[in-house]
């Protein structure tokens, strides 16, 4: 740990703050970047004053922890550890569909107990159904069958390391105390702050990608449409030409004349149909006789004189 060092003092190592603050955030984008892509990451923390500080910054963001006692194997020999899980949601089952009440009081306690310890030791792994993406850990040193099992596994491992511990075969080290319950309350609060925002990032892109794939599928259900209805229109007159041709006839065609405005029998109605057409003019020519008639009555006293 001698480059995170800044000085010793009274036999006690100051961790430089500088370097800290430089790794912490090379830590936060990573971890942020593996919780946008969706996989799940482990905080290891079983220590007195660090658990229920990452039981409770964990909670709020989703992800597994391990605060109890770490199960030796829980990632070399993980099949093992899922059929655990797997026994713990059985005996839910159990209590649900009556099949307690078919037991005696004594193997109900029984099973209560197993239930009791397997939720103590697993319950906040419940979820998790494949190999952790990454590991958090507080305190290398205690913790050091979990560090040992995840480089056997080539996972990643974020951890705060003290100045008591080695960080060679740490990939993220935050050189940190990890004994003062205020220390592993900020870097907490930064390393959950981090994830919740790449799991926000990672919510607001599914919803876009959504909203995008409906748009394109609503415009696709239009466009077909919009092609079947040209269709339809283009194959109308195809199906049916000669339907179409009678019902919309041409001013010169014979034949439509025939089919809509059929000739009468009757010979005698026809000029009672066209009477009214052809008297319009009639009705002019006594009106231009009308001089010519009166003629004659001026001619009329004229004669008479002669004759007398």
Known sequence: MSPYIFMEKNGIHIIDLNKTEIMLNEAASAMKQIAK????????????????????KVAEINMPYVTERWPGGMLTNFPTIRKAVKKMSAIDKMATDGTFE????????????????????????????????????????????????????????????????????????????????KSITLIMTFITEAVGEGLSERKMEKEKDAAESKAKKAKGEAKAKSEAKAESKEEKPKVVPGKAREARPTVG????????????????EAPKAEAPKAEAPKAEAPKAEAPKAEAPKEAAPEAKKSAE
């Open 102 to 181: 078919n037991l005696s009081k004594r193997e109900r306690l029984q099973i209560a107990r197993q239930r009791a310890k397997l939720e103590k030791n697993l319950g906040s792994i419940a979820d998790l159904t494949r190999l952790p993406a990454a590991m958090f850990i507080v305190d290398v040193h205690k913790e050091y069958i979990a560090v040992r099992e995840a480089n056997r596994l080539n996972i990643p491992v974020f951890a705060m390391v003290d100045t008591n511990s080695d960080p060679r075969d740490i990939d993220f080290p935050i050189p940190s105390n990890d004994d003062a319950s």
């Open 253 to 268: 065609s014979k034949k439509a004349v025939k089919v809509e405005v059929p000739q009468p029998k009757d010979l005698s």
């Open 37 to 56: 892509s969706g996989r799940k990451i482990l905080f290891v923390a079983t220590k007195k004053q660090a658990k229920d500080i990452v039981a409770e």
